[in-house]
């Protein structure tokens, strides 16, 4: 099925190349239609680059230019013509099915909740939604960065709208849903975790009580509830020990022949293991709780995660995760 | 110098093997008089395994065990002749410099901070203090586990307390100070983090602002302050990441034999790795704010970190961290 899905062109850290080669790439491959969104001074010549013969290409102009130095909280209101104003806009519209941005994701919250798509009636707070992915592997973690200071009862809708991506986008049956806690037993974690056990096991969901952040690496939880603060440091701090850790291994190869040469002969398993872990790999982090669909990729993100990020989008638009947030969770 | 160390004898989790080999392993490397806290019954037979020519140990008994099914709150009441409560009273009583437990965190947090060595003069909570080692980076986090709910006064001390720590008993003459954040930007964290910045930033400390997770892996930072679920939270990230890479190389490298070579050539390199990321380097961590030193080590333990953790107390200890807290950190 063909899906008109809108692109921040101007979202990378790298903009535009990644964020245009992805979604040629994406229009090629699932031949939707792809609305780029940026300022067509910058976009048309990196698209002149591709060859779009038989794709569905549309430059949408968006003047202004979110940087750096912009605050998240106030880019909305200054700069009421960017990217992702515009591109959130056309979702709003009808005029796309889903926007994908690799931008800043505070300014992305910021814009969505308070300028275009707006939360969804009954839903108190929308959750970013982290993938986890190692091989076949996928655990979702929410919040990762949408609210912080949370209180229990929006836990209770992470953990309803995770239940329903969880089902409707990945296709699980019966999600197991945890609450984040760094231990088992009912009395740890901190007064979040402690008073929101209750109200979720009150919740006609697959609720298997507290997770620690191994737990989410075993294979043993599809739905991982927390605050927006911890879930990112959360999210961030197994990245970094990844990271260093694939960067430790490189160097300690290095340091004679022999370890060389072992490191060359074991560089396809070295190579699959990089895969497992790649972020790219999942794209982006779906928005969950504004009227529309959102999916916030990474900053670094390179072309095969800008399309991956369009597969995710497309997966939620199908699977009318939306439509299911506003019609099935039932407010507090 | 010759130190008297109480060691819990009933405190990993395969409790005495490791607990009694790691002691008998300090007192002939340094030299201490090592008093094993523990059913005479358990750790005399243990003991007697070795060959304890010319070594200082002595058996403490303790007739109480603390199990897995003791609440850590009510443990020290119900219990009050267990190896830590004794362990502890040798501390408070003057016979032992320091004591070095692998048991029950929650238990040692509690048995020492309403039933022992009590809260120092001023200070507000005690804090664990985790030490990240990687090669020849050491960072501290604080706190990791003692208190959670913090409020920014907490997290103020807790950086004077490091800061003590890592110039006395680390070396290190002027440590850079920064507080755990998901962004390096003064809006970035949650409600505590964004009131907690100014505090720092008044005391008399090298604080360099907010850090992220990946900085902690970066040699940038010597201590790094925070909640101490959320410190909790991230050292356990970063662990569960660590292993799980670990085994997925390991699975990826025996799937063929050409890998399984290439394995095989590196596995000096991969020795190098593991050591450099082994938490038994590190031993254990200090419990900064009570009337004595007590450093706690992972349930895991082996031998080789219940002698890390009794080389951590003799740092601690020669240091005169204790004195130094009750008598440098002013009351806010």
């Not at 939306?322 to 507090?332: D, K, L, M, R, Y």
């Amino acid at each position: 099925m063909s899906l008109n899905i809108a692109v921040d062109a101007m979202g990378s850290d790298t903009y535009p190349a990644p964020d245009v080669a992805g979604s040629v790439l994406a229009a090629r491959e699932y031949g939707d239609h792809i609305l780029l969104v940026g300022d067509e001074a910058v976009v048309r010549p990196e698209l002149a680059k591709h060859d779009l013969q038989g794709l569905k290409i549309e430059v949408v102009h968006a003047p202004d230019v979110i940087t750096m130095h912009d605050k998240p909280g106030s880019v909305g209101k200054e700069k009421p013509n960017s990217s992702m104003h515009i591109g959130m806009g056309l979702v709003r519209d009808g005029r796309a099915d889903a926007f994908v941005s690799a931008g800043n994701t505070g300014a992305a919250l910021s814009i969505a909740t308070l300028f275009t798509l707006r939360r969804i009636a009954g839903i108190k707070r929308p959750a970013l939604c982290g993938i986890i992915r190692i091989g076949e592997i996928a655990v979702m973690v929410l919040d990762v960065g949408a609210n912080t200071d949370s209180k229990p009862e929006w836990l209770a809708q992470f953990a309803q709208m995770g239940d329903l991506f969880s089902r409707l986008s990945l296709g699980i049956p019966k999600p197991r849903i945890g609450l984040l806690s760094n231990g088992e037993e009912d009395g740890k974690g901190d007064e979040l975790v402690r008073t929101s056990g209750a109200l979720l096991k009150a919740l006609p969901l697959n609720f298997i009580g507290n997770v620690e952040p191994k737990h989410l690496l075993s294979g043993m939880v599809d739905v991982v509830v927390t605050d927006g603060y911890v879930g990112n440091i959360l999210l961030k701090s197994m990245e970094a020990a990844t990271r260093l850790m694939g960067q430790t291994i490189r160097t300690e190869i290095k340091r004679s022949p022999l370890t060389t040469l072992g490191g060359l002969l074991a560089r396809p398993a070295f190579r699959s293991v990089a895969r497992m872990v790649d972020p790219a790999e999942v794209g982006g982090a779906p928005l969950l709780g504004v009227n529309g669909v959102i999916i916030i990729g990474h900053g670094s993100s390179n072309p095969f995660a800008i399309k991956n990020a369009i597969r995710q989008a497309r997966k939620t638009v199908l699977g009318k995760v939306t439509e299911a947030i506003a019609s099935e969770i039932h407010v507090a």
